[in-house]
């Protein structure tokens, strides 16, 4: 254990002993930390409970959590010596430390809120709105995080006058992609967004399964089962209750459709809405390694309650059933149903519903974003690269996108979009200066210099009419550079020249030809751009 830190965390009247991550022992008076907070107040007030509240975990390694420092016992907890250090000290009557950097603050503003420590909260919540002119975006995404709403719109009031709503701080990673939508549309409108900025936020947008990493709490011998069932109830036993000792019947809980009505069935999954499903242990057993772990050792007939909705139920267990795999599921049905699949390990519940998202890579522009979330969510970087592109020529920042801010996803994936978005419009706007030609190719630059003779150059009347057109537009796109009216705006002057080759049909066939290359060259830009993808996230196989 590291050395104790200074007074008056080593006072010998300290009735208590916190441990920090980093292992530094903090002694301290629980009169002091209960009058400071009602959640240690609560704490000590009851006996040592086998799992400490949240936010304090249990000794791990060689210490038990019963283990004594002179005498008193360890509290372990989840922050570093740097945090508790200043978040004690603000509970103490004494100066109060220095809180300067906006990490700092974040992180002890944080530990604050946890622990319901009063003053530590009005303190660092008033020193993060110290920050907002020096670091709008920052105190933003910090505010979000913690669900400050007065923080997180003062903050957002200032990145809208500083215009820094597309600069990357790293606490974007950490806020869900509905907090940065609707600031974008603050910023983009200057128009409320409504309701909270926070609103839509998830339990943990770094949580997703798309990460690498894990938390060893989610874990159990089961293969995680313990962390994925609300309860699970013993075997269901005939009811011992005769008509005459019962007033009324129960009502009927609804069940699932075919094939999961039955009532002799051996499990029944009961779901958040109260719908059970009867499926034989067989299935369970063939479909999800996870399921079968809640199940296994339960004498039949038995129900357990899992976490998902009834609708989502319904898919997975139907792509392993032998009836009818679902069909016409939307794209929000199966994000829900590809996180249950993934987190209960069903193969082929996954395969079918990754297939069914691929499905919608030629869906309309309109529902692009919300597939590049959703591909986004389950590591599918194929699928994101093809749905980010049909959002090339959007405007994703003056709307709101309610189905998207659904989608468990950090808002740094829309900040790599927006920036990837904007790279290939960079590259493909670097061809319209009507004095830069070293882009055309060599099979094209004779071509054009053999086109007319009026406007003695190297290219033809008709080319810097033409560049000039798309130039107007904000992004030029494949689609756009062919259209009638372009083309037709080209050829308009050529009267001026009196460009005879130009104003017969072999010149506007020409044009039309290469305004094809600008196409096909508008293509090949974009796609030499690559689209960012986090270092930590598993990218699946599309």
């Given at each position: 254990m590291?050395?104790p830190p200074?007074h008056p965390?080593?006072?010998?009247?300290a009735?208590?002993v916190?441990?920090?991550?980093?292992r530094?022992?903090?002694?301290?008076?629980r009169?002091?930390l209960?009058?400071?907070?009602?959640?240690?107040k609560?704490?000590?007030a009851l006996?040592?409970p086998?799992?400490p509240?949240?936010g304090v975990?249990?000794?791990t390694?060689?210490t038990s959590?019963?283990?004594k420092?002179?005498?008193?016992?360890?509290i372990?907890?989840?922050?570093?010596?740097q945090?508790?250090?200043?978040?004690?000290r603000?509970?103490y009557?004494l100066?109060?430390?220095?809180?300067?950097?906006?990490?700092?603050?974040g992180?002890?503003?944080?530990?604050a809120?946890?622990?319901e420590l009063?003053?530590?909260?009005?303190?660092?919540?008033?020193?993060?709105r110290?920050l907002?002119?020096s670091?709008?975006l920052?105190?933003?995404a910090?505010?979000?995080k913690l669900?400050?709403?007065?923080?997180?719109r003062a903050?957002a009031v200032v990145v809208?006058?500083?215009?820094?709503?597309?600069e990357?701080?790293?606490?974007?990673?950490?806020?869900?992609?509905?907090?940065y939508?609707?600031?974008l549309?603050f910023?983009?409108?200057?128009?409320d967004?409504g309701?909270?900025?926070?609103?839509?936020?998830?339990s943990?947008?770094?949580?997703?399964?798309t990460?690498?990493?894990?938390?060893?709490s989610?874990?159990s011998?089961?293969?995680g089962?313990d962390?994925?069932?609300?309860?699970?109830?013993?075997?269901l036993?005939?009811?011992?209750?005769?008509?005459?000792?019962?007033?009324?019947?129960?009502?009927t809980p609804?069940?699932?459709?075919?094939?999961?009505?039955?009532?002799?069935?051996e499990?029944?999954f009961?779901?958040?809405?109260?719908?059970?499903?009867g499926?034989?242990?067989?299935m369970?057993s063939?479909?999800?390694?996870?399921?079968y772990?809640?199940?296994r050792d339960l004498?039949?007939?038995a129900?357990v309650?899992i976490?998902?909705?009834?609708?989502?139920?319904d898919?997975?267990l139907?792509?392993?059933?032998p009836?009818?795999?679902?069909s016409g599921v939307?794209t929000l049905?199966?994000?829900?149903?590809?996180?249950?699949?993934t987190?209960?390990?069903?193969?082929?519940?996954?395969?079918?519903?990754?297939r069914?998202?691929?499905?919608?890579?030629?869906?309309d522009a309109?529902t692009?974003?919300?597939?590049?979330a959703?591909?986004c969510?389950?590591g599918?970087?194929?699928?994101?690269?093809v749905?980010?592109?049909?959002?090339?020529?959007?405007?994703?920042t003056?709307?709101l996108?309610?189905?998207v801010?659904?989608?468990d996803?950090s808002?740094?994936y829309?900040?790599?979009?927006?920036?990837?978005?904007r790279?290939?419009?960079?590259?493909?706007?670097a061809?319209l200066d009507v004095?830069?030609?070293?882009w055309?190719d060599r099979?094209w630059?004779?071509r054009l210099?053999?086109?007319c003779?009026?406007?003695r150059?190297?290219?033809?009347?008709?080319y810097?009419?033409?560049?000039?057109k798309?130039?107007?537009e904000?992004w030029?796109g494949?689609?756009?550079?062919?259209?009638q009216e372009v083309?037709?705006?080209?050829?308009?002057?050529?009267s001026?020249?009196?460009?005879?080759?130009?104003?017969?049909?072999n010149g506007?066939?020409?044009?039309?030809?290469?305004?094809?290359?600008?196409?096909?060259?508008?293509?090949?830009?974009?796609?030499q751009?690559a689209l960012e993808?986090?270092?930590?996230v598993?990218?699946g196989?599309d």
């Amino acid at each position: 254990m590291s050395s104790p830190p200074a007074h008056p965390f080593i006072d010998p009247s300290a009735d208590v002993v916190f441990i920090s991550s980093d292992r530094v022992a903090f002694k301290l008076h629980r009169v002091i930390l209960s009058l400071a907070s009602d959640f240690f107040k609560d704490m000590f007030a009851l006996p040592q409970p086998d799992h400490p509240p949240s936010g304090v975990q249990a000794q791990t390694d060689n210490t038990s959590t019963d283990a004594k420092l002179d005498g008193l016992s360890e509290i372990s907890m989840t922050e570093p010596s740097q945090v508790l250090d200043t978040l004690f000290r603000l509970c103490y009557p004494l100066d109060d430390p220095p809180l300067e950097t906006i990490d700092h603050v974040g992180a002890v503003l944080e530990a604050a809120l946890k622990y319901e420590l009063r003053k530590a909260i009005q303190m660092t919540s008033r020193r993060l709105r110290e920050l907002i002119p020096s670091a709008p975006l920052r105190v933003y995404a910090i505010a979000c995080k913690l669900s400050l709403e007065d923080e997180a719109r003062a903050a957002a009031v200032v990145v809208r006058e500083k215009n820094v709503q597309h600069e990357y701080v790293e606490e974007l990673e950490d806020i869900p992609i509905g907090a940065y939508l609707r600031l974008l549309y603050f910023c983009e409108t200057g128009r409320d967004p409504g309701g909270l900025f926070f609103s839509h936020r998830s339990s943990s947008p770094r949580s997703s399964t798309t990460k690498k990493k894990k938390s060893k709490s989610s874990k159990s011998a089961a293969g995680g089962a313990d962390s994925l069932a609300t309860s699970v109830s013993v075997p269901l036993p005939p009811s011992s209750l005769s008509e005459a000792t019962t007033p009324s019947p129960p009502p009927t809980p609804p069940r699932g459709a075919y094939p999961f009505d039955r009532i002799d069935c051996e499990v029944e999954f009961e779901t958040s809405d109260g719908v059970r499903f009867g499926v034989s242990k067989d299935m369970v057993s063939l479909s999800s390694p996870v399921l079968y772990a809640l199940i296994r050792d339960l004498p039949v007939p038995a129900r357990v309650t899992i976490p998902e909705s009834s609708k989502v139920t319904d898919i997975i267990l139907r792509i392993c059933s032998p009836v009818e795999s679902p069909s016409g599921v939307k794209t929000l049905d199966l994000d829900s149903a590809l996180a249950a699949a993934t987190k209960y390990k069903m193969p082929k519940a996954i395969q079918f519903l990754r297939r069914a998202l691929l499905a919608r890579a030629d869906t309309d522009a309109a529902t692009s974003l919300l597939l590049y979330a959703v591909a986004c969510r389950h590591g599918m970087h194929d699928l994101a690269l093809v749905a980010a592109k049909r959002t090339f020529r959007m405007e994703l920042t003056s709307s709101l996108y309610p189905k998207v801010e659904a989608i468990d996803i950090s808002a740094g994936y829309l900040y790599r979009l927006l920036e990837y978005r904007r790279r290939c419009r960079d590259a493909v706007r670097a061809i319209l200066d009507v004095n830069k030609t070293d882009w055309i190719d060599r099979g094209w630059q004779p071509r054009l210099a053999t086109c007319c003779l009026s406007t003695r150059s190297a290219l033809p009347c008709w080319y810097g009419r033409y560049i000039e057109k798309m130039a107007g537009e904000d992004w030029p796109g494949p689609a756009s550079v062919v259209k009638q009216e372009v083309l037709q705006a080209a050829l308009v002057n050529l009267s001026w020249y009196n460009c005879s080759y130009c104003l017969r049909e072999n010149g506007a066939i020409l044009l039309y030809q290469f305004g094809q290359y600008v196409a096909e060259t508008i293509l090949k830009l974009e796609d030499q751009v690559a689209l960012e993808w986090p270092p930590e996230v598993v990218v699946g196989k599309d």
